[in-house]
Structures are given as C-alpha cells and as structure tokens.
C-alpha cells in the first residue's frame, strides 16, 4: 500500500508525529498556550519572536465574508482557524 511506502521511506503521519514527538515534549499544563494560535502569537511576539503579520480577527461565521476586505491588498494570506489545525492559504491569482 502507499502508506506503507511513506512509511518505510521514514514519513510520519500527523499520528505518529504527535505520539513520537509532540505530546512528549509539550507538558499538557501548556496546551492552552498554544492551542490558541491568537494566543501564541501574543505570547511570541512578547517573547521578542518574529511572526506574520495579523490583517484581521474574524470573531463571528457571519464575517466571513469580509475576508477579502480585511486582506485588502495582500496577494497572499492565510486565513486560520484560533483554535485546532484548520487553515486554508489564498494565494493571488
């Protein structure tokens, strides 16, 4: 099967990349610090880490389709979700 092909070529799944790696290394006490990404991004930049800049908050589904106007000119962006592992990329066309 392909699996066992990106297996054996030494590619995780996002599975086995948390079970060997993630949750080993992250005490569960800080999972609130980064399982809010606005939060993360907070504690970075306090922290004197470089990250993207932030074109907007979306708060509300009724919002989205103000997207576009809060990107404003940006050709590409990313539109994240706050909270789990969601995100899709817009790129210019």
Do not use: E
Request: hydrophobic content about 40%; charged content about 20%.
């Amino acid at each position: 099967m392909w699996f066992n092909r990106l297996r054996s070529a030494g590619i995780l799944g996002i599975n086995q990349r948390n079970a060997d790696y993630t949750l080993i290394v992250n005490p569960r006490k800080f999972y609130p610090r980064v399982g809010d990404k606005f939060l993360t991004k907070r504690l970075a930049i306090k922290n004197g880490i470089k990250v993207p800049q932030l074109y907007g908050v979306i708060n509300y589904h009724h919002q989205i389709p103000d997207v576009l106007k809060i990107a404003g000119v940006q050709q590409q962006f990313v539109v994240k979700a706050v909270y789990g592992l969601c995100g899709c990329n817009k790129q210019g066309q």
